[in-house]
């Protein structure tokens, strides 16, 4: 139980263009996702959080009109990467968590690379 | 605040010895912990949690931890590494964000755990 799957894997864009990624929880109600980012060999840094039917909470620094998160329903989010640029290439995860739990479920991940 | 600090960056080993990945947390309030894997070009994986009760948690696989309040720490330990435990490991402490009502996990740098035959 509590998968979590990503679409695409991976996908390759030119400079300017958006791409959007999908993070669905495939066999339990999503009250929140969770949308980061991982660098090579380092750690991941929340970009955002959302709850199904509000806006997204965005960390410091992270520009929400850059990285636009859409949370439609208790299975579904969506981050859009708007006028990507070559340094927006990097590895992208999605996680879901359940209301009144704590441990989050990871997706498999996003390679991104701007060209 | 709360912060997660992974003492080791890379850890190597030979297979079937013991390992110690270590994790020390600082907190204020009451925490709830966890450790996961992450293989590589993947995403993280629940290795194992601390919510309450027993202080010693256990994975399917052989892994434990132990939560020690009075250190601040919850180190992972196997007492026999496989080559296929070769992976990163990331801590990460759960933080209450009360306006929101909702919990995000703060993570450790994580730690390159490099089993050798």
Sequence with gaps: ?115 | AQSVTQLDSQVPVFEEAPVELRCNYSSSVSVYLFWYVQYPNQGLQLLLKYLSGSTLVKSINGFEAEFNKSQTSFHLRKPSVHISDTAEYFCAVSLTISFGGYNKLIFGAGTRLAVHP
Excluded at chain 1, 6 to 14: D, N
Excluded at chain 1, 21 to 46: G, H, N, V
Excluded at chain 1, 74 to 99: G, M, N, Q, W
């Design chain 1, 1 to 115: 139980g509590a998968v979590v799957s990503q679409h695409p894997s991976r996908v390759i864009c030119k400079s300017g263009t958006s791409v959007k990624i999908e993070c669905r929880s495939l066999d339990f109600q999503a009250t929140t996702m969770f949308w980061y980012r991982q660098f090579p060999k380092q750690s991941l840094m929340l970009m955002a959080t959302s709850n199904e039917g509000s806006k997204a909470t965005y960390e410091q620094g992270v520009e929400k009109d850059k990285f636009l998160i859409n949370h439609a329903s208790l299975t579904l989010s969506t981050l859009t990467v708007t006028s990507a640029h070559p340094e927006d290439s990097s590895f992208y995860i999605c996680s879901a968590k359940i209301r009144d739990r704590y441990e989050q479920y990871f997706g498999p991940g996003t390679r991104l690379t701007v060209t």
